[in-house]
Structures are given as C-alpha cells and as structure tokens.
C-alpha cells in the first residue's frame, strides 16, 4: 500500500531564508506526487503536482519540488519565504488510473520568523 | 465559483446521536472523498467513490458510512457517534485521474 512520511513535523525559518521541505513515499510505481498547503481553520490549496516529465516541477506562490525516484523523495523547496508562507504543508501520493486511493503525510507545520 | 462545499461547517454531538455530513461539488468531478485530519495525523481517508454508483473504503472506515448519491454529491454518516471521531472532516474531489483534487473548507466535528 502507498504510504508518505514527512519526517519533520514543524519547522521554523526566517523570513528571506530559503526553504525545504522533506517528503518520502512508498508506492508500487511511478506515483503522482502532489504538494498541497493549509492555512488555519482552512481547506487545502494544491501547491504543484509531479505526473511524469521533468522531475522538478514549479508550483504557485515560488514553489517548486523534485521528483527523485532513486530516494523516493519530493522535497518542496522555496528561495527566499515569506511571512505568509507560515502554514501547514501535506505531501500527498497516489491516484493513478486504476487506483483512487490517495494517501497523505501527517504534514510539516513551517513557523516564520520576523 | 463554489467547488466543494461541506455542511455544516460545525457540529457538537453527543455520544450515541447520528449525524450526516453533506459534500456537494460543481466541477463535474468522477471522484469524491472523505478525509479525517487529527494532530499529527495528517488527512486519513475515510471512504471514496471513484465514480456515481461506486464506494470503497480507505483507511480508517470503521464507525462510517457513505453515500454516493448521485455525481454531485458524497455523504458521509456517523451511526452511532464516539468521543474518537471528534476531528475535523474534509471533502474532496478529483476529475481525471491527472488532476488533483480539491477540497472543500472542513467541518468541525466535537462529539461530547
């Protein structure tokens, strides 16, 4: 079965610093990838998404992860945050054709610091 | 412009009392889920239903029953509330299988 493990449960940057985020997963196959963002007391907003392609894939807001098959990994990375980006971050694996299932990691909750 | 939309957004129950969370989405989507998110658990899924006519469960179906009652809407029933399903609930759906999913804004679920 799929599974995603977000092996830091919170994180504290400082406002301009740079930013990464880890995500491994365990999947049968090439899995879809997904990065998702909560905000509190709201739903979630997709970040970016990895189907197939070019292993790193840029998302909303100057985000962007890497697909790396060989560590099972798709870390969610940002330059320079900011202060709005404090948030709760969900990396998500599954939902290929022929399997609905979508699994989520127990999220990274990203603090920034003035 | 309303996507997912989840009701109620609050509920407080007692031990015992039934209840039925509502999901209804616009976009046409095939896919509907249901997710519980605790502390430190992230999103678990419920139940999902990967097209009108279809369930099947996820990972934490136990005390939980759907309803995929037609292509727009996703229900999700509580028979016989516990203290342990006090969460927060979300909906989501999803349209082609290279989409991601959306979901609605949660309902907050306290049982007493």
């Known amino acids: 079965a799929q599974s995603v493990t977000q092996p830091d449960i919170h994180i504290t940057v400082s406002e301009g610093a740079s930013l990464e985020l880890r995500c491994n997963y365990s999947y049968g196959a090439t899995p879809y990838l997904f990065w998702y963002v909560q905000s509190p007391g709201q739903g979630l907003q997709l970040l970016l998404k990895y189907f197939s392609g070019d292993t790193l894939v840029q998302g909303i807001k100057g985000f962007e992860a890497e697909f790396k098959r060989s560590q099972s990994s798709f870390n969610l990375r940002k330059p320079s945050v900011h202060w709005s980006d404090a948030a709760e971050y969900f990396c998500a694996v599954g939902g290929r054709p022929g399997n609905n299932d979508m699994r989520f990691g127990a999220g990274t909750r990203l603090t920034v610091k003035p | 412009n309303a996507g997912v939309t989840q009701t109620p957004k609050f509920q407080v129950l007692k031990t015992g009392q039934s209840m039925t969370l509502q999901c209804a989405q616009d976009m046409n989507h095939n896919s509907m889920y249901w997710y519980r998110q605790d502390p430190g658990m992230g999103l678990r899924l419920i139940y999902y239903s990967a097209s009108e006519g279809t369930t099947d469960k996820g990972e934490v179906p136990n005390g939980y029953n759907v309803s995929r009652l037609n292509k727009r809407e996703f229900s999700l029933r509580l028979e016989s509330a516990a203290p342990s399903q006090t969460s927060v609930y979300f909906c989501?759906?999803?349209?082609?299988?290279?989409?991601?999913?959306?979901f609605g804004d949660g309902t907050r679920l306290s049982i007493l």
């Open positions: 989501a759906s999803r349209g082609q299988v290279n989409q991601p999913q959306h």
